[in-house]
């Protein structure tokens, strides 16, 4: 099957995503995959002209596996990026259906995928929108959010199928305008995610004892994250044996860097960067507890469900999130997860968990999401619409 993916995130510089795991575990398998994509630095300094660029035989998870990465020219300029890209990618992704002819095309994006579910209507090609995110909330310019929702309206009236990445999301396309609609949730290596998998190295490098009770927070820093509230709490010193690991970068990073230098938590509050994703299973391993502080009224955050809720559930570490209405609905009572109010809550609700018990709950519930089950419903979905189609 040829499969020609649409996403506007970068696919090489961002970290795994549902994309990724699909499409290389598919071409594993045998099926030819085309992502066209938009590049990270796009609004930069530097060259405001990007050429047209091929990346062949690319992997970032499995090395056996060959995606090949196409990045349309993009004119890098503040607002005229948009223009950019509706002219670009509709002449790149005319170009891969002349020369590619997917037998399936699925979109994760906005702009793109809202030509490509045009052109793939006229030219009666299967198409499926795939939702892993509300992408309207995430555009920078408020007054371009009302055009990016008309736009995945209209993508969702041209799909063949439309495809959620958890219930709470499902039931927000449904609401806009979505009929055929189906939940394939996040998948889970449980060999890479392994619960036996020793973090000692870790602790060791950043100098924390055995019974000290390490947090665990990896992602992109927003400022909307929870974490300085978090940080700030750790401040007040009624947390003796407490540490906070945060792995990943972001807008937030500068002003936790502050936190942690004016109030001299250098040892209690471990800034590490971002990590190479192979290297990520050994810093949740380093860690008693997971943590998600999000601000729980952050429009951004009502209706997902972060994929690394599962890899921390998948070793086996409870996680205390605050009261996310997506992660609410997925998860429920009593499978590893305690829900508190506010960012600030965290740390005392911490002190209250069974870490060996709260954690068996959380791999138990994680094991029904391996990629190789999840992989294979989706494929059985592609599989499905390209027969209809």
């Known amino acids: 099957m040829k499969i020609l993916v649409l996403q506007e995130s970068d696919w090489i510089k961002r970290n795994p995503h549902q994309q990724h795991h699909l499409m290389e575990r598919l071409s594993i398998r045998g099926h030819e995959i085309r992502v066209i994509d938009y590049p990270l630095d796009c609004n930069e300094e530097g060259d405001r002209y990007q050429k047209r660029e091929v990346v062949e035989g690319y992997h ?5 596996a060959s995606v090949q990465v196409i990045r349309p020219s993009i004119l890098k300029l ?3 990026v948009y223009l950019s890209v509706l002219l670009s990618h509709r002449k790149e992704i005319k170009r891969q259906i002349k020369e590619f002819n997917p037998d399936v095309i699925v979109g994760f994006g906005i702009i793109n995928t809202y030509i490509a579910s045009r052109i ?12 892993i995110d509300v992408l309207h909330r ?3 310019e408020k007054t371009f959010q009302a055009l990016g929702e008309y736009m995945e309206r209209a993508a969702i009236k041209n ?7 958890n219930h709470k999301l499902e039931e927000f396309v449904k609401n806009l305008g979505a009929q055929n609609t189906k939940v394939i949730g996040a998948g889970i290596d449980l060999d890479k995610f392994d619960p036996n998998l020793k973090g000692s190295k870790i602790r060791d490098k950043y ?9 665990l927070f990896m992602g992109f820093l927003y400022h909307f994250a929870g974490l300085k509230e ?8 009624e947390y003796i044996k407490m540490k906070l690991l945060i792995v990943g970068d972001g807008e937030g990073f500068s002003d936790l860097h502050n936190i942690v230098k004016e109030h001299d938590l250098g040892e209690k509050v471990f800034l590490v960067g971002r990590k190479d994703y192979n290297e990520i299973p050994r810093y949740v391993a380093a860690s008693d507890i997971c943590i998600l502080p999000a601000y729980p009224d952050e429009e951004i955050m009502q209706d997902i469900v972060p994929i690394k809720i599962y890899e921390y559930m998948a070793m086996g570490k409870p996680v205390i999130t605050t009261n996310l209405p997506g992660i609410m609905m997925e998860f429920g009572e009593g499978n590893g997860i305690l829900y508190v109010d506010k960012p600030e809550d965290i740390l005392f609700n911490a002190n209250d968990i069974d870490v060996t018990v709260e954690g068996g709950k959380a791999r138990r519930f994680a094991e029904e999401n391996d990629w190789n089950k999840i ?13 209809v189609g």
């Open 60 to 64: 970032k998870i499995h090395q056996e």
């Open 78 to 80: 503040p607002l005229f």
């Open 120 to 131: 793939a209507r006229k030219e009666k090609i299967p198409f499926i929108y795939y939702w």
């Open 138 to 140: 995430l555009i920078p």
């Open 159 to 165: 799909s063949t199928q439309v495809i959620t990445i």
């Open 207 to 215: 100098g924390i004892n055995d019974n000290d009770i390490v947090l």
């Open 230 to 237: 978090v940080a700030l709490e750790l401040s007040k010193g």
């Open 375 to 387: 992989t294979n419903e989706f494929e059985s979905t592609l599989n499905g619409v390209v027969r």
